[in-house]
C-alpha cells in the first residue's frame, strides 16, 4: 500500500487500518479510535489555518462553515477511496461481509486515523504535507463550495414571520445501528409541533437534515436525498 508517507513506526499506520469490529472480533484493545479523535483534531486545525489565511474578510462563522463543508464524510471518504484505504482495512467479518471497506462514514474515519497516525510519525509539517496531496483540491475551492445552513435558514425564517416569538429546537428520536457506525433521528420542533424530522451520521448532520425537512414541507427549499 503507498499513501504518499512512510511511516518511521509501522506500528502506527498498523493500529490506524484497524477498525473497532476486527479488534473486537479478535479480542483485542488497540483500534482506531483514538488516532481518529486526534486525526480530526489536526485536519480541523490545517484546513482552519489555510482559510484564516487566505480568506482574511471573512468572518468566524463563514470559516466555521466553510471548514465544516471541505472536511466534510463526503470529501474525507472520496479521498480514502483514491488512497484505497478501504482495501487495507482490518474490518470484523460481519462489517466486512457487509460493504464496511466502502462505507462513506468508515471511510471517512479511516483518513483522519491514518492523518493522526502521520502526525504522531512526523509531525504537524508533515501532516499538513500529507493533506494537501490527498485534499488539496478540495480545500483550495473552498469559495466555490455551496454552504447552506439549513437550521440557521429554519430559524431566520420564523423569526421573521413571528417577531422571534419563539426558537426552533431539535429532539433526538432515535439512535440505530452499530456502535461503530451510528445513525441518529432528529426532529425539529417548533411552538410544540414536530416540523420536520432527519436522518444523518452525527447528530449536528441529523438537525440539518431535519431542518431542511422542514423548510422543504413549507416549499422554501426542494426536497432531495440527504
Not at 480530526?40 to 489555510?50: K, N, Q
Not at 464524510?73 to 470484523?92: F, H, I, T, V
Not at 452499530?178 to 438537525?207: M, R, T, W
Request: glycine share 10%; net charge neutral; proline share 1%.
Amino acid at each position: 500500500m503507498s499513501i504518499g508517507y512512510e511511516f518511521n513506526d509501522k506500528n502506527l499506520i498498523k493500529t490506524a487500518l484497524t477498525h473497532t469490529s476486527y479488534a473486537h472480533d479478535m479480542g483485542m484493545e488497540v483500534n482506531n479510535q483514538r488516532l481518529e479523535f486526534l486525526g480530526d483534531s489536526v485536519l480541523s486545525f490545517i484546513v482552519a489555518d489555510y482559510l484564516y489565511e487566505k480568506f482574511s474578510v471573512y468572518d468566524e462563522g463563514h470559516l466555521t462553515e466553510l471548514r465544516a463543508a471541505v472536511v466534510c464524510e463526503k470529501s474525507l471518504a472520496a479521498a480514502a477511496r483514491k488512497l484505497e484505504l478501504g482495501k487495507e482495512l482490518r474490518l470484523g467479518g460481519s462489517e466486512r461481509a457487509c460493504g464496511g471497506g466502502e462505507k462513506a462514514s468508515i471511510l471517512a474515519d479511516t483518513y483522519e486515523a491514518v492523518l493522526g497516525a502521520i502526525f504522531l510519525d512526523g509531525g504537524i509539517e508533515c501532516a499538513r504535507k500529507w493533506v494537501f496531496e490527498t485534499l488539496g483540491d478540495t480545500i483550495e475551492g473552498a469559495e466555490n463550495i455551496d454552504i447552506h445552513n439549513y437550521k440557521s435558514e429554519l430559524q431566520i425564517y420564523f423569526q421573521k414571520r413571528d417577531r422571534n416569538r419563539e426558537t426552533v429546537s431539535y429532539h433526538l428520536k432515535k439512535r440505530i445501528g452499530p456502535d461503530h457506525a451510528p445513525s441518529f433521528v432528529s426532529q425539529a420542533v417548533y411552538c410544540g409541533k414536530v416540523i420536520g424530522e432527519g436522518k444523518g451520521g452525527n447528530l449536528k448532520k441529523a438537525e440539518q437534515a431535519a431542518a431542511k425537512d422542514a423548510l422543504s414541507r413549507m416549499g422554501k427549499v426542494k426536497a432531495k436525498n440527504q
